[in-house]
């Protein structure tokens, strides 16, 4: 089955404590991003990657750190957690230029640090 | 300036109408495209439909239709013939930009909720 995983679907972690919310994709897709999402702010992108070795920052990139060193992975690492980065928290994918609709999110990652 | 704006935090309908959710999106790229995705309560973001800047027709899938309104730069949801698994969160969201460099970005979303 074409999925999106990410791993785990939730965590409480204490600040301070370095963690990676993995995400993994099976269609072979160009593009990845991660985004948080936030009670009356609506989804915000923290990093994408375009491809295998790059990677840019979104909206909201402090605290956080990406990485693709496989086409199939898209790591998000939080160093030092924080509880501002209580949230809740959605990879997705899409293959390349010409599919311009084919966006397919995991089942997201609740992150809780205390 | 919002690139999205949802206008309704939340909405109560009564099953078996017709609901329309509010959109407006702000962009000055020629080349753009439109999102509906729903959210409910288990968490995970289903696509609904998407309406391409250079369409000339309005979206339809199913049940639900976008109201694409490109002057006034609205892309209104509407649902019709509601029931109640359409209780859920809704975002509106918009790409632009090429492919190297697109971004994706949400609104902050309408809570529906189907009353029987």
């Known amino acids: 089955e074409a999925q999106v995983t990410q791993n785990p679907r939730y965590l409480i972690t204490v600040t301070g404590k370095k963690l990676t919310v993995t995400c993994s994709q099976n269609?072979?897709?160009?593009?990845m991003s991660w985004y948080r999402q936030d009670p009356g702010l609506g989804l915000r992108q923290i990093y994408y990657s375009m491809n295998v070795e790059v990677t840019d920052k979104g909206d909201v990139p402090e605290g956080y750190k990406v990485s693709r060193k496989e086409k199939r992975n898209f790591p998000l690492i939080l160093e030092s957690p924080s509880p501002n980065q209580t949230s809740l928290y959605f990879c997705?994918?899409?293959?390349?230029?010409?599919?311009?609709?084919?966006?397919?999110f995991g089942s997201g990652t609740r992150l809780t640090v205390v | 300036a919002q690139k999205i704006t949802q206008t309704q935090p939340g909405m109560f309908v009564q099953e078996k109408e017709a609901v329309t959710l509010d959109c407006t999106y702000d962009t000055s790229d020629p080349s753009y495209g439109l999102f509906w995705y729903k959210q409910p309560s288990s968490g995970e973001m289903i696509f609904l439909i998407y309406?391409?800047?250079?369409?000339?027709q309005n979206a339809t899938e199913g049940r639900y239709s976008l109201n694409f309104q490109k002057a006034r730069k609205s892309a209104n949801l509407v649902i019709s013939a509601s029931q109640l698994g359409d209780s859920a969160m809704y975002f509106c969201?918009?790409?632009?930009?090429?492919?190297?460099?697109?971004?994706?970005?949400f609104g902050t979303g309408t809570r529906l909720t189907i009353i029987p």
């Open positions: 269609m072979n897709h160009e593009y």
């Open positions: 969201a918009m790409r632009e930009g090429s492919f190297g460099n697109e971004k994706l970005t």
């Open positions: 997705a994918s899409r293959p390349d230029e010409t599919d311009l609709v084919g966006y397919t």
């Open positions: 309406q391409g800047s250079y369409d000339q």
